[in-house]
Nanobody, 125 residues
Framework: EVQLVESGGGSVQAGGSLKLSCAAS????????MAWFRQAPGKEREGVAL????????DYTDSVKGRFSISQDHAKNTLYLQMNNLKPEDTAMYYC??????????????????WGQGTQVTVSS
């Protein structure tokens, strides 16, 4: 089992940037896909960015393409989400998640076995 801990959330104005981090408790052996999800009040949890522990491929949901960038530092067992040009509609709780299988967009929460506790991102207009 792997524990995930997110950090880096906060409040910013529209157009600003934030970088989220997700630290894994151990080397991600047996984990193939890592992703960022978000959930706004009253809405379903949405997968926004995906990468693979074995390679550099990434994918994004359309609403964040060109603004968000997912990356990982294997030496630190850490996943990142760089968020630029933030918009009020990006306001949500952001979660990192890990799966023991290869996943593709669109992402479904049920397909991910491990979750962090979430970090809040609030974007004001």
């Amino acid at each position: 089992e792997v524990q995930l801990v997110e950090s880096g959330g906060g409040s910013v104005q529209a157009g600003g940037s934030l970088k989220l981090s997700c630290a894994a408790s151990r080397y991600t052996y047996g984990i193939y896909s890592m992703a960022w999800f978000r959930q706004a009040p009253g809405k379903e949890r949405e997968g926004v960015a995906l990468t693979y522990t074995g390679g550099g491929s990434t994918d994004y949901t359309d609403s964040v393409k060109g603004r968000f960038s997912i990356s990982q530092d294997h030496a630190k067992n850490t996943l990142y989400l760089q968020m630029n040009n933030l918009k009020p509609e990006d306001t949500a709780m952001y979660y990192c998640a890990a799966s023991e299988r290869v996943r593709w967009m669109p992402l479904f929460p049920i397909d991910f076995e491990y979750w962090g506790q979430g970090t809040q991102v609030t974007v004001s207009s």
